[in-house]
């Protein structure tokens, strides 16, 4: 009885062993998955810094050249057909400029919530990696109460075998003595 006792804790041990080691192999993937989504936010996000850096260039050369307008203007004030066409490409530059500032704005939000989305899947992250950390550490306790569980049914067996031994012995000697 002790033996199917111990053989049926070690069945369930085994069995709690398999479900960790799913539960780790789980949490492994998700944890690859959220790294393999980081991954892609964080690119997303360079590129979208790249934008931007190129954004605030063009607004750079948009406003050195509505500078330059303003120059030419008082520059050329008496000739109206001249002042007239540079004030048609002051109007174009302006409504450019506009337009990158809304997208340069655009971009931004953007920015920031991909950081958000990415601060959020760092935590995410260290979350999987802290459950994944307590599971290998119950892991390896399970595995030690199994370890001790072996031991203990190897102890088992042994008395099993000496005391076979004994009523092997008892039996040869009731053999006998009935004989006598």
Do not use: P
């Not at 949490?27 to 989504?37: I, R």
């Not at 892609?40 to 850096?53: P, S, V």
């Not at 203007?73 to 174009?92: A, G, I, P, R, V």
């Not at 999987?128 to 067996?157: C, G, P, S, W």
Request: overall charge negative; glycine content about 0%.
């Amino acid at each position: 009885m002790h033996l199917k006792e111990h053989q049926e804790i070690i069945d369930q041990l085994r069995g709690i062993v398999s479900e960790k080691t799913d539960e780790i192999s789980n949490m492994q993937m998700d944890l690859e998955n959220s790294n393999a989504k980081l991954q892609e936010k964080i690119q997303e996000l360079k590129t979208n810094e790249h934008q931007l850096f190129k954004l605030k260039e063009d607004v750079s050369e948009t406003q050195k050249k509505i500078s330059e307008i303003e120059k030419l203007k008082k520059q050329f004030k008496t000739q109206s057909l001249t002042l007239d066409k540079m004030e048609m490409e002051n109007s174009q530059l302006a409504q450019k400029l506009h337009e990158n500032l809304e997208e340069m704005k655009s971009v931004m939000k953007e920015r920031d919530s991909l950081r958000v989305v990415e601060e959020n899947l760092k935590l995410e992250r260290d979350q999987l990696k802290a459950n994944l950390q307590e599971t290998i550490v119950r892991d390896l306790e399970t595995q030690q109460e199994l370890k001790i569980a072996r031991m203990h049914l190897k102890e088992h067996q042994e008395t099993i075998d000496k005391l076979r031994e004994r009523v092997s012995e008892n039996q040869d000697k009731f053999q006998v003595f009935n004989m006598i």
